[in-house]
């Protein structure tokens, strides 16, 4: 079969994910999807038998990021299984913020809840000079962790550490968090993809969706200076309970920042920030 044909046959296999068809081709023979557009060949048998089982994985409901092991985040490659999260578009806004603040200052910064990494790699991707440590409670999401730094050539810390149970060791100028947010029931509740497929321990955030940003404040004396830098993804109507909770904890500066499809996304803010240490102004 030639591969336009064969993409006719996908997008309508696929339905309302049709966009994923040169995605699935494109992976199975290792063509660009610019390639075979242009210059469209044979499948091969074993191309075909392979295609058609992805197909029949993603028609069930499957993420095809866990089908085909791996997503882009950010323009680079990571790798992805069933113990970390895919991945969001939407938290590229939580990477983009910490990266225009830091730019290319000699920061230590950690990612709390690194999972696949995609946040903690990305910010040590493009700010070389920044010392990026990241933490999860988990071996196996660590080890994930682990082989996207080495797949995306950089050097980070990775440490294990349950952070309701645990302070991490040091303190950091900045630290950059897409915890788990959403309310306990309604992860259980829910019939659909997500709790389905991800891992629930990535998604809990407790009966109000709030305890990790809670325990974040709590944290903060322990391992932010004056004046560190915190930037936190919420959900998308928690933007008002998450201020309360880091105005009452001697945060300042708080910033609620939207993502391109204009919802509250992101939290910025200083802790007991000083006129004396503008270390990130
Ligand atoms: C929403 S996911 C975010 C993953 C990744 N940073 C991203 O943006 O795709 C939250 C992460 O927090 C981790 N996590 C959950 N409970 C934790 C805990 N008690 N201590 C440390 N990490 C935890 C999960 O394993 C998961 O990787």
Redesign the pocket.
């Known amino acids: 079969m030639v591969v336009g044909s064969l993409r006719a046959k996908l997008r309508k296999e696929l339905g309302d994910n049709e966009h994923e068809a040169d995605w699935i081709i494109a992976h199975v023979t290792k063509m660009s999807q610019e390639e075979f557009i242009k210059n469209p060949r044979d499948i091969t048998e074993e191309e075909y038998n392979e295609i058609m089982e992805i197909t029949a994985r993603r028609s069930m409901g499957e993420p095809l990021q866990y089908i085909l092991g791996e997503t882009e985040f950010m323009g680079l490659t990571f790798k992805v299984d069933d113990n ?5 578009q939407d ?1 590229e806004t ?1 990477v983009e913020t910490v990266i225009k603040k830091i730019k290319d200052k000699n920061v230590r910064v950690l ?6 990494g ?2 903690g790699i990305s910010i040590a991707k493009l700010c070389p000079n920044a010392e990026v440590t990241m ?4 071996e196996a ?1 660590l080890d994930v962790a682990e082989e996207n730094a080495k797949l995306n050539d950089v050097n980070v810390n990775l440490i294990k ?5 645990e302070i991490p060791e040091g303190k950091f100028d900045v630290i950059v ?5 959403i309310e306990t029931d309604t992860i259980f509740s829910l019939d659909n993809i997500v709790a389905r497929y991800e ?1 629930p ?3 809990d955030g407790g009966f109000d969706g709030l305890m ?1 940003y809670q325990r974040i404040a709590e944290l903060a004396p322990e391992i932010m200076d004056d004046n560190s830098f915190l930037a936190v ?1 919420i959900g998308y109507n928690q933007a008002e309970a998450v201020t309360e909770i880091l105005d009452e904890a001697e945060f300042s500066a708080i910033k609620v920042i939207e993502d391109p499809c204009e919802n509250e996304r992101v939290i910025t803010a200083k802790y007991k920030s000083s006129l004396f240490s503008d270390l990130i102004p």
């Open positions: 970390v999260l895919i991945p969001r938290t939580l990612d709390i809840g690194t999972g696949s995609c946040v933490l999860d409670y988990s999401v550490c349950d952070i309701l149970e968090s897409n915890p788990p947010y891992p321990e990535a998604l990790f993804e």
